[in-house]
């Protein structure tokens, strides 16, 4: 079992910048490829990115130049740098553990955190 726990969500002007994080507890951390997903209001949960165990990278189109994943294996701690927000970036945003390295789709993530919010105002 591996327990999630978001923060750093907020809220920011169009163009301003957030820092996500997301801490692990249980397992070991290193063994899981790990995601993050956004949902806003009326929509379905999409993936934002994902950083495999051997910290390959992959992004959703509309995110990618804007947000970075990146994970420390020694603070067991998963983050998303997202610069350049805007509007459509707002929605609940949730990390997510897969024992699977190229996960992308949210049946193939095990463990879910609670989500934190992000509103980017216009």
């Known amino acids: 079992q591996v327990h999630l726990v978001e923060s750093g969500g907020g809220l920011v002007q169009a163009g301003g910048s957030l820092r996500l994080s997301c801490a692990a507890s249980?397992?070991?951390?290193?063994?899981?490829?790990m995601g993050w997903f956004r949902q806003a209001p009326g929509k379905e949960r999409e993936f934002v990115a994902r950083i495999s165990q051997i910290s390959s990278t992959a992004y959703e189109d509309s995110v990618k130049g804007r947000f970075t994943i990146s994970r420390d294996n020694v603070k067991n701690k998963l983050y998303l740098q997202m610069n350049s927000l805007k509007p459509e970036d707002t929605a609940v945003y949730y990390c997510?553990?897969?024992?699977?390295?190229?996960?992308?789709?949210?049946?193939?993530?095990?463990?879910w955190g609670q989500g934190t919010q992000v509103t980017v105002s216009s």
């Open positions: 249980g397992r070991t951390f290193s063994a899981y490829a």
């Open positions: 997510a553990a897969s024992v699977r390295p190229a996960a992308w789709r949210p049946n193939d993530y095990g463990y």
